[in-house]
């Protein structure tokens, strides 16, 4: 059996993506690792940074994005395909550029893999997420942010990322450009794994949060819109308090990474904001109420959202 690991970046380092922390995260279990690497802004260190984790499994596929061919974050999909298409393992594990996955979890995910090799029904395997939020030891479990997502996929030339790269299809004959597209794709079927993806994408200085906030904008709607959308300096994450604390352990490749937390000071845990602040989406009446209601009785199950994905329960 044989595991490749892919991703995809670009101007990953002064966006502050722990994309070294995410690689090495599961190169143990990976026989080799593809990174497709966009063109980097002259003052971005990302190369350096996967260069200097000086592995021979690590494979950099140097490619240019078109935001016009590609639009609305589809240049994100496009990106993962041209390194997935680069693997030639068994299964595919897939983590980007903010995601981490913990050492105690890599055993599981390794046995699994070889469990369900020979049966072709399962396409992939279904990850548990952490989304962590304006530090290390808050956690969001709110309505809106997935719960679950696929993260490992059998390589399967029919099997592409799919719309900005949160997830995966099966699509047929595939034009290469339409990832946004629905009709005439498939959901995969997926078994649960007991693992966790660490989801730092939500943790950064104020400031770097919204200029990745802006280069995210900049994919998805374009220059325009996104300058006049981020036109203010530093995110405000809000009230802390309202989120879940975590108690657990983070990754060990995250301990250096969290030792330059120093934005604390900008950070509100009391709750007390003017009452004309503008609410954060998982803040406002009516996604507290469907969130209470998906914790509280429907056992963490959402209402709505992503689910894409047929889960195949009947496997222990």
Known sequence: MKISGFTMARNANKLYYPIRQSIESMLPICDEFVVALGECDSDDATRQE????????????????????????????????????????????????????????LPIIQEQCRRFLSDKEVEGFLFNYYHFFGDYSHFHFAHGWYKKEIRIIRNDPQIHSWRSAQSFRRIPDFDGIHYREKKGTYKLQVVPIKASIFHYGWVRPPRLMKKKMKAFSVIHSGPRAAAKKHNDLNFDYGPLNKLRKYKGTHPKVMHDWMRHFDWREELNYSGTYPVTRRKLRHETLKNRLISWVENNLLGGRTIGGSKNWILLRRRK
């Open 50 to 105: 996967i260069e200097a984790i000086d592995s021979p499994k690590i494979k950099i596929i140097d490619t240019k994005w078109d935001l016009e061919k590609y639009p609305h974050g589809s240049e994100h999909a496009h990106q993962t395909d041209i390194a997935k298409e680069a693997c030639s393992g068994d299964w595919l594990f897939y983590l980007q550029a903010d995601e981490v996955v913990h050492e105690k979890d």
